[in-house]
């Protein structure tokens, strides 16, 4: 029995998407961004997992060589519609291979990328960045409070189901509430069985209003918890929605280098720490001397992003940059890397497997090295 109280010999595909929800809602990610079970079926049983970048034709025959039926995927490999299943494209190619072998697929993108511990957390782990925070913070993020109300000694059994449920959160602190001290009013019909008061009279009551607050996406969950242990027929509560965001959910990071750089020696680091040759740097004439403190970081494509970076941003490393993102970066006076998207999003996929492993640990979890499409030279 795993410690997320699955037994690991019937893991299904639901079970590793509601794990990989809870890491990384989907909420989180961009409007426009595809995601979650891509192909395959939620109740199958999971004979093992391929962690990958992207679905390739390599891919699936390195998960059927280990007996793996479910793939884990950063990219989506269902994007556009699909209009013709043509073999001789390779992403359909892949798509249709894993289909006919009822193997499964799940994807999580710009969720995972926005994610505490996701793509960009582990991209600025290896880069020793220090004081990390989200480079643009996600206004999907929002959180709500809700409130109940119930005599005092039932308090500790509903804000226990209420933050198991995933209320009360804030930072590293858990089950997080307030609780202050009122009177409630009701009138009990004959039918109804009021856990305290009588029937056919208007009853006041000594009641505690507990609050906790919740991410928007867990509202439901921490409902349904609530209800399930309150000791009321009818439970009263308010659900109010706020402007809190999670201050650690977003895309990219935004950190402090372990040491100052140059705009070279950043580079040379950057090949260096990500095993990344092909990287290159862009930078206005009047550049090569500044001192670089204060660095963002963004896997995969980030160039069109540079207009929003924050003015503290000494340089900004991400995978890709199109020629006239660089242009406009230079001419903003910004000091930018481009380090390959494999490079920037692969070291996310490896943590992703790692926690997987400690979570599922009777769970055979691959990770398919894939190699960058790009050729040092």
């Not at 193997?103 to 993108?109: L, R, T």
């Not at 691959?366 to 050729?375: A, K, L, N, R």
């Amino acid at each position: 029995m795993s410690k997320t109280g699955h037994d690991d010999g019937k893991t299904t595909v639901r079970m590793i998407q509601q794990w990989l929800d809870r890491l990384a809602p989907p909420s989180w990610g961009v409007s426009w961004d595809r995601g979650g079970l891509q192909i395959g079926r939620p109740d199958a049983a999971v004979t093992g997992v391929c962690a990958c970048l992207n679905l390739r034709p390599e891919a699936v025959s390195f998960a059927r060589e280990r007996k793996a039926n479910l793939f884990l995927a950063h990219h989506p490999p269902v994007w556009d519609p699909v209009k013709a299943l043509r073999t001789d494209q390779p992403g359909i190619s892949a798509l249709i291979q894993a289909a006919a072998e009822g193997m499964h697929c799940i994807a999580a993108h710009t969720c995972l990328d926005a994610a505490p511990g996701g793509i960009n957390d582990a991209l600025a782990e290896i880069l020793q960045l220090s004081g990390v925070r989200p480079l643009f913070p996600a206004a999907e993020a929002k959180q709500v409070k809700i409130v109940t109300f119930l005599p005092a000694d039932q308090v500790a059994r509903v804000r226990r189901a209420m933050s198991d449920a995933g209320a009360g959160v804030i930072g590293i602190y858990r089950e997080c509430a307030f609780a202050a001290p009122g009177t409630g009013s009701f009138f009990a019909p004959d039918e109804a069985n009021p856990f305290t008061g009588a029937r056919g009279q208007l009853n006041e009551e000594p009641e505690v209003r507990l609050e906790m607050i919740a991410e928007r996406h867990l509202t439901d969950a921490v409902l349904s918890a609530m209800r399930a242990a309150h000791p009321y027929e009818e439970p009263a509560y308010d659900v109010i929605p706020l402007e809190n965001t999670r201050p650690d959910v977003g895309l990219g990071r935004l950190g402090s280098l372990p040491e100052p750089m140059s705009p070279l020696e950043l580079l040379a680091y950057v090949r260096e720490k990500l095993s990344a040759p092909q990287a290159r740097l862009a930078m206005p004439p009047d550049a090569a001397n500044r001192c670089l403190k204060t660095v963002g970081v963004l896997g995969g494509s980030g160039g069109s992003l540079i207009t929003r970076l924050p003015p503290e941003t000494d340089a900004y490393i991400t995978g890709e940059f199109s020629y006239h993102n660089a242009l406009d970066a230079v001419t903003a006076g910004h000091v930018i890397i481009e380090a390959g998207h494999h490079e920037t999003e692969f070291p996310g996929v490896r943590r992703l497997a790692e926690r997987l492993r400690q979570d599922f640990p009777g769970l055979p979890v691959h990770i398919f090295e894939e190699s960058s499409p790009y050729v040092a030279t």
